[in-house]
């Protein structure tokens, strides 16, 4: 007996798109093809695909969502991962901002939390580590295999403390994420600018700076023997700097961008002010460009949303002032439909290039696949359904409770349909159909 049947799909796997239908039972994927529909015709619950393109739930390996110490009322695990189901992101990997997850019980104090929140399936990454004297093999066992730490500020690490915390990591198996930007070469920049208009954070926060902390941080990682994870890569400069530990192959080197670098450029703040204020910043439209090639030819290993949520009330009083607001941008529900709006159906990257991007690759170096990110027979049920639709976005389409996204009026061509998790509609056009509590924590292997 098949419990639900997802009929005339156009399916996504690594090779291709083909017609077919996937057949779901007890939670897990139970047949995928195209003869599953005659088979399996009584089905308890039928979906028309109706020629919408089924991926797996997207698995989000970077973005901010609980922090009670930091986020106002209203914003927590449980309004973002809603957020995140009705983008079709099935999977989240969360990582700390203001309040530190150092020690094992930390970690396990928030994985608590968020248990009781979940509306998806979610791991958790360790950080901000600004001290070397740290339980890398308590985390371990606790549950993840990840370290972030930053070579800038607000959670700035110096070099001796990166290099320590790589070589424990890097000992006991696990992988280091940094924030790539080098403080010394942002607070010069910061020291000659005066104003307070929106335009003037561009300045702030200088390419170079980028560029010096990939290099330098490829060379920590070799000298420490740690596997490498660079986040929210925002240059395509930034990519080709990185490429080089890439193909030296000595220890692993991943690179991770974000969808605002690849909508927006510094030209985009003129119009957007406050709602594009972000670290690192925006760059220029010629690197916006060879960001797009970088994530073509595989330079850029995933994409991840880097979704940090506030309010939109917050976020205006950067028009007086871009130093006040906190950056970050909103964006777990929107990046699936940007990518297939923007890049699929604009020719920049393929159906099977976008699910290795924003799927597969990410399941695996979470450790998760193919019980994620993948539509393989009996792996679980994780599935957006995708449609083609004109549409402007609008903040008042989301499920987000901030209320504002940086995309509002762009005209895009795609709309996650139906979200299925667990073999659960959990989402249907963004409406949230599932509790808080139903994603399960993923003990991440090493
Ligand atoms: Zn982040």
């Known amino acids: 007996m ?3 049947l997802i009929e005339n799909a156009r399916i996504v796997d690594a090779a ?52 009670p110490e930091l986020f106002p009322e209203g914003i927590d695990f449980a309004s973002e991962t809603a957020s995140a ?13 203001q309040t530190p997850i150092t020690s094992p019980e930390s970690f396990r104090a928030k994985r608590a939390d968020c248990e009781g929140l979940a509306h998806v399936d979610f791991g958790l990454v360790a950080g901000n580590v600004d001290d070397p004297d740290v339980d890398v093999e308590g985390i371990l066992a606790a549950g993840t295999p990840d370290f972030k730490t930053f070579t800038a500020e607000p959670y700035l690490a110096d070099d001796g403390t990166i290099v320590s915390l790589m070589e424990q990591v890097g000992d006991a198996g696990g992988k280091v994420r940094v924030h790539c930007e080098t403080q010394g070469i942002l607070d010069h920049a910061r020291a000659s600018i005066a104003g307070t208009d929106p335009d003037v954070y561009m300045d702030s926060r200088p390419l170079e700076a980028e560029l010096d902390a990939i290099s330098r941080m490829g060379w920590f990682a070799e000298y420490a023997d740690c596997p490498l994870h660079v986040v929210h890569v925002s240059s395509g400069s930034g ?27 510094k030209e985009d703040v003129a119009e957007k002010g406050p709602f ?9 439209p010629a690197e916006v460009a060879r960001l797009w090639t970088a994530v073509r ?11 940090f949520p506030t309010y939109r009330e917050d976020r205006e009083r950067g028009w007086d002032d871009i130093w006040e607001p906190y950056a970050g941008l909103p964006g777990i529900e929107t990046t699936l439909e940007f990518l297939v709006s923007e890049g699929v159906h604009e020719d920049r990257i393929s159906w099977p290039r976008l699910r290795e991007l924003v799927c597969a690759r990410p399941a695996r170096e979470a450790g998760i696949y193919p ?18 639709e004109r549409f402007e976005v609008s903040a008042d389409d989301l499920r987000f409770a901030g209320g504002w996204t940086p995309y509002e009026g762009q005209e895009w061509s795609a709309r996650v ?6 073999g659960e509609v959990i989402a249907r056009d963004h409406d949230v159909r599932s509790e808080p509590g139903r994603g399960e924590f993923l003990a991440r292997p090493q």
């Open 276 to 284: 594009l204020k972000v670290n690192p910043s925006l760059k220029s």
């Open 371 to 388: 019980r994620k990110g993948s539509l393989r027979v009996g792996t679980d049920a994780d599935i957006a359904l995708v449609r083609e």
């Open 2 to 4: 098949t419990d639900r």
């Open 16 to 67: 291709g798109v083909r017609p077919g239908s996937i057949a779901i039972d007890d939670g897990r994927i139970a047949a995928v093809g195209p003869d599953v529909a005659s088979d399996r015709g009584d089905a308890d619950d039928l979906i028309d695909a109706d020629g919408m393109v089924a991926l797996p739930g997207m698995v989000d390996v970077h973005n901010h969502m609980h922090d």
């Open 417 to 422: 349909d139906t979200v299925i998790a667990g």
């Open 239 to 265: 990519a080709r700097e990185g490429e080089r530990f890439e193909s030296r192959a000595n220890v692993p080197v991943t690179l991770e961008t974000c969808p605002h670098y690849l909508a927006f450029s």
């Open 297 to 307: 030819d595989g330079t850029i290993d995933l994409i991840a949303s880097e979704h």
């Open 85 to 97: 189901a009705a983008g079709g992101v099935t999977t989240v990997v969360e990582l700390p901002t």
